[in-house]
C-alpha cells in the first residue's frame, strides 16, 4: 500500500469517527449548559441537569419501568430462543427451512409495521396496551437475534461429547443440560445484554403498546414536543453511559467465557 493511500484510509477512518462520535459529544456538552435553552455558545457549565435526575420521580419511574420491560423480554426471549436454537441446529427435518424464516422474520420487518401490526393483534387477543403488550412484542422481536447468537455457537460444538455422554448413558436432556448447556453460555450471555439493550432503546414498540406510564425512550420523546433543553440531554446521556458501560462490560465477559470454554 502506498503512503497515499495509507493517509487517504486514514482520513476516511477519521472522518467515520467524528460523524458517528461529533453528536454524542456535543449532547454531552449540552447537557452541562446553565441554560433552558440549547444552542451555542455555552457560556457557564453546571451540573444542575445531572443532579436533578436523581430528584425526578418521573425519570426514576420510567427508567425503573424500562429496565423492568428489559430484564422479562429477555428472559423470555433467552428462553424461547435457545430452544428454538437447539431444535433447528444439526437437524434436518420437514419444514425446517419454514421454521426459520418464520423465526427470523420479526427482526425483519421495519419497527413502525411490527409496531402496528402488534397493536391490532394486542387488540384482536384483547391484551391491553401496557407493560404486558410491551414485553411480549419486546420478546418476539428479540428471539431471532438469541436463535442466530445461539445456533452460531451449538455449530461449533464438537458432536463427539454429545455421542460420549449418551454412550455412557445420559438421556437427551441430560447430556444438553451438562454437555450443550455450559457451552452456550457465552453464546446465552452475549443475546442476553444485546436483547436486554434492544429493549431498553426499543421507542416504536413500546410507544404502540404503552399505556399511560411511559417508557424512558418515551418519555424522552413527550419531553422533546415542549422543546430542546437541557434536561433531555442529561437523560439521553445517563443512558448513553448506562448502554456503554453494560455494552462493554457484556463483550468483556464474553470474551472471558470464550477463552475459557
Known amino acids: 500500500m ?28 449540552m447537557g452541562f449548559k446553565d441554560s433552558k435553552f440549547i444552542g ?10 445531572y443532579m436533578g435526575l436523581f430528584e425526578n420521580a418521573e425519570v426514576i419511574s420510567a ?10 423480554s ?19 427435518f ?9 423465526t427470523v422474520l420479526p427482526a425483519l420487518v421495519p419497527g413502525i409495521i411490527s409496531a402496528i ?35 452460531a455457537r451449538l455449530s461449533t460444538l464438537p458432536k463427539s461429547q454429545i455421542e460420549a455422554a449418551r454412550d455412557l448413558g445420559a438421556d437427551p436432556l441430560i447430556a444438553f443440560l451438562r454437555i450443550s448447556l455450559p457451552y452456550l453460555i457465552p453464546a446465552i ?13 426499543d421507542f416504536v414498540r413500546s410507544f404502540f403498546l404503552g399505556g399511560y406510564e411511559p417508557t424512558l425512550p418515551v418519555l ?7 422543546g430542546m433543553s437541557p434536561e433531555i440531554n442529561a437523560i439521553a446521556t445517563a443512558a448513553l453511559v448506562l448502554t456503554a458501560v453494560v455494552g462493554v462490560w457484556a463483550e468483556r465477559f464474553t470474551r472471558r467465557m470464550n477463552k475459557e470454554s
Not at 493517509?7 to 472522518?15: H, M, N, P
Not at 420437514?94 to 418464520?102: C, D, E, T, Y
Not at 391490532?120 to 412484542?137: F, Q
Open 2 to 29: 502506498t503512503r497515499g493511500n495509507r493517509i487517504l484510509l486514514s482520513c476516511v477512518y477519521w472522518g467515520f469517527v467524528a460523524y458517528v462520535f461529533v453528536p454524542l459529544v456535543l449532547m454531552v456538552l
Open 40 to 49: 451555542f455558545p455555552i457560556r457557564s457549565y453546571t451540573l444542575e441537569w
Open 63 to 72: 427508567f425503573g419501568y424500562s429496565v423492568g420491560i428489559a430484564v422479562l
Open 74 to 92: 429477555t428472559l423470555i426471549s433467552v428462553f424461547v430462543g435457545t430452544w428454538i436454537a437447539v431444535l433447528l441446529e444439526g437437524r434436518k
Open 94 to 102: 420437514w419444514g425446517r427451512a419454514a421454521i426459520f424464516g418464520m
Open 117 to 151: 401490526a402488534f397493536r391490532i393483534y394486542a387488540r384482536y387477543l384483547g391484551i391491553e396496551p401496557g407493560m404486558g403488550a410491551i414485553v411480549w412484542a419486546h420478546a418476539v422481536h428479540n428471539v431471532p437475534f438469541v436463535v442466530l447468537v445461539v445456533m
Open 189 to 201: 450471555m452475549g443475546a442476553s445484554i444485546f436483547c436486554l439493550l434492544l429493549s431498553f432503546d
Open 220 to 226: 424522552i420523546f413527550a419531553k422533546l414536543k415542549s
